[in-house]
């Protein structure tokens, strides 16, 4: 089991071996084993490290962490990706996201850029959307170090329009925030910039469906980069949020992501039961 840099501590403040973490990944594959609704699950180690990363490595609700996720793959059938990048290349090349390559914010999360308001709606619907993110995350959630301290989320909402306003339906929002709240990562921190008035009359929209523990996790810094730079070093940021790192290659990262097309289809290849 490859190791982080990270001390592991459980809901009880224990530091735990590496040890007592397979033994953690055992309890829950024999739980998942034991019931035939998770025959098709995805149960190797990286997997169900996820979840209990994300439940303090507490086995029951981890087991119950996976149970609410597996249900909102059932119901929400179209919100989880499934299949190769490759088949979305035509979305993924429309550069609105990508993982910085080789960074990380000053709690060891890795970076995920989403430029939402270069979003076309025309182009691309909601689930889609969603769709694209998990293919992203998917490409570094199996590693060691990213499982143990999560992702921050950089949205930025320059060129945000009316266009993507009509996303925001009650169902969509519901489903959303549900997607996000079951997660399985250790913590997804959320940073919104280059808002604008049109992006404070969503954020009222959007606030009610939200959860308050999601509520949490984020943070507005509209175009203050200063504000941004306590989370994130400016070191490694693009110069376009005040940053001092490379500017953005959207063709080499996007690459990086079609390289690896195969290992992202097959960790995703659980969701596809909800087919048949």
């Known amino acids: 089991m490859p ?12 530091k735990l071996s590496e040890e007592d973490i397979k033994e953690c990944v055992q309890q829950l594959r024999e739980l998942l084993d034991a019931d035939k609704k ?93 769709h694209v993110d998990e293919f992203w995350l998917e490409l570094v959630m199996d590693e060691p170090q990213t499982q143990a301290t999560g992702v921050s989320i950089i949205m930025d909402m320059k060129g945000y329009s009316w266009r993507m306003f009509r996303w925001l339906t009650p169902y969509n929002m519901r ?41 949490e996790k984020f943070h507005f810094h509209f175009d203050d980069w200063e504000s941004l730079h306590k989370f994130i070093d400016p070191e490694i940021l693009p110069p376009e949020y005040g940053g001092k790192g490379p500017e953005l290659d959207f063709k080499t990262v996007n690459q990086w992501l079609y390289d690896n097309e195969s290992k992202v289809a097959e960790n995703l290849r659980h969701h596809e039961v909800k087919k048949s």
């Open 3 to 14: 190791s982080c840099d990270t001390d592991i501590v459980d809901y009880s403040g224990k």
């Open 38 to 130: 998770f025959q098709n699950f995805r149960k190797d180690d990286a997997y169900l490290l996820r979840f209990l990363h994300c439940t303090d490595f507490c086995v029951h609700l981890a087991y119950r962490r996976v149970d609410d996720y597996y249900n909102t793959v059932l119901e929400y059938p179209d919100w989880y990706a499934s299949g190769s990048p490759l088949q979305y290349k035509s979305l993924i090349d429309q550069n609105t996201k990508l993982i910085l390559p080789d960074t990380r914010d000053k709690q060891g999360r890795r970076i995920f850029l989403a430029k939402l308001g270069d979003i076309d709606p025309s182009r691309m619907s909601p689930q889609e959307n969603a």
């Open 175 to 215: 489903v959303g925030s549900k997607k996000a709240d079951l997660y399985p990562c250790k913590e997804l921190v959320y940073h919104v910039v280059n808002t604008s008035m049109l992006m404070n009359a969503t954020i009222k929209l959007v606030w009610p469906f939200l959860t308050a523990k999601l509520k």
